[in-house]
């Protein structure tokens, strides 16, 4: 070893190879919503952003990686990239992976590692996950690293091909757990889809926002805090945090940016079922949004809204929460709804995909994803005053 193991030499190279370079990222997103998080990355100043399937990769130093976990709504985690090589057998990786500068990444944390496999020699996951866990430990026993043990940090293993690419989760807990959502429904949406949906739809040429099926209110809620920029990762901490490279005083520099605020929105939330009604109440309070609720039927009862142009968005109960026989009844019923009584409304309207046939509002626009592992499509309708 040519180097000192003292905690002064180590922070010199911390500074000078993490805090000065500049890394590669890859920010984690929902299968088809790629292009919306590139467009919501590069509008926090983040460049060089690039597509690739299930997500977007960039360039760029530690308080890019900082911004992107902090203002992003729609990446599910961001990912720093640390190296990738070649291995046929498993004492390959720890070899590799033993040389590799761990005591700059991290500290004496548990390491949690996730390992996926596409054909690939190595195929054993558990194994391969062993490997990993002996290098670092064995990596970081050289130096008087401070152990945390009740810190975790997750390890990032893909082997693709028996190339095996190293990846350090950055964000912690996902990041569509922004902190507020203390009393959740059945299949509830998860907020970094909502955001996407509503980036999809423009939601900032509204005027009223509403959610006659808001279950535990994921969309007005996050539509509200979309609109009142308030960041995602406000009530929130993040695996960086604990870093040795990790910056504070940059962090806190991040967090004091005031972005543009659209106030002048009315955010109602509406649902058959009180019991949901209170749940959005009880979200919307801890979130610190300002929603108008009722109970009501939106099939059975009209709505009268008045104010402006309208966005309807619906996540009507489907899959295992309802009948497949029902579930097509209230498509159908839905369809006809939107013809008769709201036809001046926008809508973004969630469907299974297998029986989108059957809803007969026109769309101007379909994304295809999935949910809780079934196939969705979102139909985006915006309509003018």
């Known amino acids: 070893m040519n180097f000192s193991t003292s905690q002064k030499a180590i922070q010199r190279r911390i500074f000078q190879h993490i805090i000065k370079k500049h890394h590669t990222f890859f920010a984690v997103v929902q299968p088809g919503f790629e292009e919306t998080a590139k467009k919501e990355l590069e509008l926090s100043g983040i460049q060089g952003c690039t597509v690739t399937?299930?997500?977007?990769?960039?360039?760029?130093?530690?308080?890019?990686?900082?911004?992107?976990?902090?203002?992003?709504?729609?990446?599910?985690?961001?990912?720093?990239r640390l190296c990738h090589f070649r291995a046929y057998h498993f004492n390959e990786i720890y070899r590799t992976l033993k040389e590799f500068p761990w005591e700059l990444y991290i500290q004496g944390y548990t390491i949690d590692v996730d390992v996926s496999v596409h054909k690939s020699k190595l195929h054993h996951t558990e194994r391969i996950g062993q490997e990993v866990v002996k290098a670092i430990e064995k990596r970081l026993s050289m130096f008087a690293i401070p152990n945390y043990d009740s810190l975790v940090q997750k390890v990032f293993v893909r082997f693709d091909r028996d190339e095996c690419m190293i990846s350090l989760d950055s964000s912690g807990q996902p990041l569509y757990k922004r902190g507020y959502k203390q009393h959740i429904s059945d299949?509830?949406?998860?907020?970094?889809?909502?955001?996407?949906?509503?980036?999809?739809?423009?939601?900032?040429?509204?005027?009223?926002?509403?959610?006659?099926?808001?279950?535990?209110?994921?969309?007005?809620?996050?539509?509200?805090?979309?609109?009142?920029?308030?960041?995602?990762?406000?009530?929130?901490?993040?695996?960086?945090?604990?870093?040795?490279?990790?910056?504070?005083?940059?962090?806190?520099?991040?967090?004091?940016?005031?972005?543009?605020?659209?106030?002048?929105?009315?955010?109602?939330?509406?649902?058959?079922?009180?019991?949901?009604?209170?749940?959005?109440?009880?979200?919307?309070?801890?979130?610190?949004?300002?929603?108008?609720?009722?109970?009501?039927?939106?099939?059975?009862?009209?709505?009268?809204?008045?104010?402006?142009?309208?966005?309807?968005?619906?996540?009507?109960?489907?899959?295992k929460r309802i009948h497949t026989d029902d579930t097509i009844q209230l498509y159908k019923r839905l369809g006809s709804i939107f013809k008769e009584w709201y036809p001046a409304w926008s809508f973004c309207v969630l469907i299974p995909s297998e029986i989108k046939h059957i809803c007969t509002i026109p769309a101007d626009k379909e994304i295809h994803f999935s949910h809780g592992g079934l196939p969705v499509t979102a139909l985006i309708a915006n309509r003018g005053r």
Not at 63 to 79: D, F, G, K, Q, W
Not at 215 to 228: D, N, Q, R, V
Not at 280 to 298: E, L, R
């Open 53 to 80: 399937k299930g997500g977007v990769t960039f360039r760029g130093t530690l308080e890019h990686c900082y911004t992107a976990n902090y203002y992003s709504r729609v990446a599910t985690r961001i990912l720093m």
């Open 187 to 319: 299949a509830p949406l998860r907020e970094t889809l909502a955001a996407a949906l509503l980036y999809e739809c423009n939601v900032y040429d509204y005027d009223i926002i509403i959610d006659p099926m808001c279950g535990s209110g994921t969309f007005p809620i996050e539509a509200w805090c979309m609109l009142h920029a308030i960041p995602p990762g406000a009530n929130r901490t993040f695996a960086f945090m604990n870093w040795p490279s990790f910056r504070k005083r940059v962090f806190t520099g991040i967090m004091r940016k005031k972005p543009e605020e659209h106030k002048d929105i009315t955010i109602i939330a509406g649902d058959s079922n009180p019991d949901m009604v209170a749940i959005t109440q009880q979200n919307s309070i801890k979130a610190g949004a300002q929603i108008h609720t009722y109970t009501g039927d939106f099939l059975k009862e009209k709505k009268v809204v008045e104010g402006g142009k309208v966005l309807c968005t619906i996540n009507p109960p489907y899959g």
